[in-house]
């Protein structure tokens, strides 16, 4: 159980380009669809405390699945994991960047590496947008806030705090 937790993490981490945001899907593929260890509803709970806690959402989400499947241990390989793959292709970008940073065809990795970023965001609004949105209530909730948020900016946290309110008041 161990090595399946770890590996499966190791696995997200090596395509978790662009972010936690980005990396959404995948997760949601090997822990919900492939292993079965959460319910979508719960994949979205998880989701929901990834973001609202300090950190990487992928590697709160890595540390929370990890902790649920395993303990501590399962806790520490699934963080672990999910950031090993990011430390040593960092390592390698950084040393292969001082060497090529001035050649044009490697800039140009950069550059597309951008869409690749901007299409697993994408796939990740569809896939908990699908999970989040149970009822018209949530959808009514969801689009208040968004309304909220683009005519006043304000601070993301009074938003989901506010929006916690509606629901426990009236949801």
């Known amino acids: ?5 770890f590996w499966t993490f190791f696995k997200i981490g ?8 980005a990396i ?7 822990v ?4 079965h260890w959460l319910t979508q509803s719960s994949f979205a709970d998880v989701v929901a405390i990834s973001q609202m806690t300090p950190g990487p ?4 989400a ?17 963080t672990f994991g999910v950031i090993l793959p990011s430390l040593l292709l960092m390592l390698a970008i950084t040393l292969t960047y001082l060497k090529l940073k001035k ?9 597309k590496l951008r869409w690749l970023t901007l299409g697993l965001i994408g796939a990740a609004v569809i ?34 705090l506010g929006a916690a309110a509606v629901g426990m008041l009236f949801g």
């Open 32 to 35: 919900v669809l492939r292993h």
């Open 127 to 160: 896939l908990i947008g699908k999970g989040a949105f149970s009822d018209w209530f949530s959808v009514a909730v969801f689009a208040v806030c968004l309304a909220v948020y683009l005519r006043f900016k304000p601070n993301p946290i009074y938003l989901m």
């Open 1 to 5: 159980m161990y090595f399946i937790l």
């Open 103 to 111: 050649l044009p065809w490697f800039q140009n990795i950069f550059e």
């Open 62 to 78: 890595a540390t929370f699945i990890g902790f649920q499947q395993a303990g501590i241990p399962g806790s520490l390989l699934c």
């Open 14 to 21: 090596l395509f978790s380009f662009g972010g936690g945001y």
């Open 57 to 60: 959402i992928a590697i709160n």
């Open 24 to 30: 959404l899907a995948m997760i949601q593929q090997e």
